[in-house]
């Protein structure tokens, strides 16, 4: 009975892991992006968005980063024909941790007063990136 009553305990903790360990994979990453400018004060910060068929590679870094800040680039030179402009693209699997660094960067930029911080059209959207 012990032997049994052993046995049921083990399936079950093992079910349970297992269920829990599912749950934590990601199927995308959150991306956000900002772009600024040593000539003038604008700052641009885009919507977080979900691009679900992106995954992190073995160093938890976004592949083709280059190409996400370049789409950035290019929509605001031809939108806002903002020439000149430096992006950075922000990432993370977890959204929450993405909108708490989010907030704490415009937080930096709004409080000295000499920045003007605009928000990127929602129709701005990022594509998932060529790997080459």
Do not use: W
């Not at 691009?51 to 680039?73: A, C, F, I, N």
């Not at 950075?88 to 699997?93: M, R």
């Amino acid at each position: 009975m012990k032997k049994f009553k052993l046995a049921i305990f083990v399936l079950l903790a093992l079910v349970t892991s297992s269920a829990f360990a599912q749950k934590k994979k990601s199927n995308g990453v959150y991306i956000a992006g900002v772009s600024a400018s040593f000539k003038d004060s604008l700052v641009y910060f885009t919507d977080i968005q979900m691009v679900d068929s992106v995954k992190l590679d073995k160093d938890k870094l976004l592949p083709e980063r280059q190409q996400y800040s370049y789409q950035l680039k290019t929509y605001l030179e031809n939108k806002y024909s903002s020439a000149n402009r430096t992006c950075f693209i922000y990432f993370e699997t977890n959204k929450e941790k993405l909108e708490k660094s989010m907030k704490k960067m415009k937080d930096k930029y709004q409080k000295g007063g000499k920045s003007i911080v605009r928000q990127v059209d929602s129709e701005f959207k990022f594509t998932k990136a060529e790997t080459y």
